[in-house]
């Protein structure tokens, strides 16, 4: 049996979070992030938020903004672990 790698497929955990989201199912979106996740919107003007119980009421009203939602990638690429400027 093959041992799973240290580092989670960040690419996969990605797409398994919005396949969920796009079927409804925000509480199997936000199992692929930890309890603690930090979800940086910052630089698009919508803030931080920190935690699931954060995302989720963010992505509730979100969703809710449309008739119809559902998102498609064109490009998912892991850049690695980034860190602010400065550290």
């Known amino acids: 049996m093959a041992e799973e790698p240290a580092t989670p497929d960040l690419i996969a955990l990605s797409k398994r ?4 989201v796009n079927e409804g199912d925000l509480d199997g979106g936000l199992r692929q992030y930890s309890p603690g996740a930090v ?3 910052s630089s698009v003007g ?3 938020l920190e935690g699931h119980a954060a995302m989720r009421a963010f992505w509730e009203e979100w969703i809710a903004a449309y008739d119809e939602f559902n998102v498609e990638f064109e490009e998912i690429n892991d850049l690695g672990e980034l ?3 400065g550290d």
């Open 17 to 20: 979070a919005i396949d969920a």
């Open 39 to 41: 979800y940086d919107l």
């Open 46 to 48: 919508m803030g931080i």
């Open 83 to 85: 860190t602010p400027e």
